[in-house]
């Protein structure tokens, strides 16, 4: 059974992504696949279902704000727009940029991000940036390991320190704090929350793996009561 949020081993977000920009060769952390597909008509009631499940006030109001969005990504002028506002977060947690036309292996190389692909994408290495220590920021995909489409994966691999089901809990992390952001910035959350498969196992634990990942992004100090997408920036340099 796959844990909703999670991202498997064999579909780790380093496989390339449809590009709504053109992007030719983006390298993505996200899964490549929606698991469990939800008919475009059956996805208010799905929801619907989601939200009731949970319990928690502060969960309910995240996910309020998810739902809110766009189910649809964004295309032509208005994918670039949102990719420079992404950039423009990412600078603003101290994360460098390659220049325009770049040639980068990686979407994190340990020094600089690759901003060639989607808004989303670089929300999700922005939040994988926020919350590795500050030696696994040093590492090439932040000590992850390779992805199926990784283009050096002898590097990548020397570069991993992570056991497979920690891996696993920081992209559930990095996966939720990306969307957050995403409906914080009015982009189309609700478009990675479904891709990212946050529904996966409506019916079972679903809800209670977001809520967990929630209470552990807030416990982080990366997300706030009155505005669940505003992150401490002070969370941005703690070591754990």
Request: hydrophobic share 45%; proline share 5%; aromatic share 6%.
């Amino acid at each position: 059974m796959e844990t909703p949020g999670a991202v498997p081993s064999s579909e780790l977000i380093r496989g390339r992504a449809q590009s709504p920009l053109g992007i030719a060769g983006a390298i993505s952390h996200i899964p490549l696949m929606i698991l469990s597909a939800i008919p475009r008509d059956q996805l208010d009631k799905a929801l619907a279902r989601f939200m009731a499940k949970l319990v928690d006030p502060f969960s309910r109001e995240v996910f309020r704000r998810i739902r809110a969005t766009s189910a649809d990504r964004a295309v032509g002028a208005a994918a670039e727009r949102d990719r420079q506002t992404a950039l423009s977060l990412a600078h603003s947690l101290g994360m460098a940029v390659y220049p325009e036309g770049a040639e980068c292996a990686f979407n994190w190389d340990g020094r600089a991000l690759d901003g060639a692909t989607e808004a989303y994408v670089i929300l999700h290495e922005a939040a994988h940036f926020v919350l590795a220590p500050s030696e696994r920021r040093r590492l090439v995909d932040f000590g992850l390991g390779p992805g199926p489409d990784t283009r050096d994966r002898e590097a990548a691999a020397r570069a991993a320190v992570l056991a497979p089901l920690a891996r696993e809990g920081d992209e559930a992390a990095a996966s939720l704090l990306g969307i957050i952001w995403e409906a914080k910035l009015g982009q189309p959350a609700l478009a990675s929350f479904l891709d990212q498969n946050w529904l996966e196992g409506l019916e079972r634990s679903a809800h209670s793996h977001f809520a967990a990942v929630v209470g552990k992004l807030r416990r982080r100090g990366l997300l706030d009561l009155k505005s669940p997408a505003v992150f401490d920036r002070a969370a941005t340099n703690r070591t754990g």
